[in-house]
């Protein structure tokens, strides 16, 4: 019975971590795919693992847009950062939106977060919301 209970202990808390370092991105570009423009359709645009840069680890993806020729052009893709050159935490720490003019370069580190804007909560955010609640009640 306590090797039954040690698997499920060990199950479960397989289950807050993921497997592998790499991060899933959107791959695409507006002038080729028009539904990775904006306004962006995830349901049409291909997505892909990002460990697979120079045999090393990438951290972020990226958007990034752009005026050329009269028209808006969005690109997605993987960050071409790896391990190598910068670390991790240094790719992390990178994270957010850049201007010049009216064109954008965007890095983002969680999965598929080159697509549209996201509401999404995370699941400490829920468990402290949650207590936040039951001391309230």
Known sequence: MASLSALLSVLTISLLFRLGDGIRCYVCRSDELPDCGDPFNP??????????????QTFTCFKATQYAA??????????????????????????????????????CDFPNCNGAVSNKVGWLGCFMLTVALFRLF
């Not at 349901?43 to 090393?56: A, H, L």
């Not at 009269?70 to 992390?92: E, L, N, W």
Request: with cysteine; net charge positive; aromatic share 14%.
């Open 43 to 56: 349901g049409r645009v291909p997505s892909s693992e990002c460990d697979n840069f120079f045999t090393q």
């Open 70 to 107: 009269g028209q808006y052009v969005t690109v997605r893709g993987c960050a071409p950062f790896t391990t190598d050159v910068f670390p991790g935490g240094m790719q992390k720490g990178m994270v957010g939106s850049y201007w010049k003019g009216v064109n954008v370069m965007s890095l």
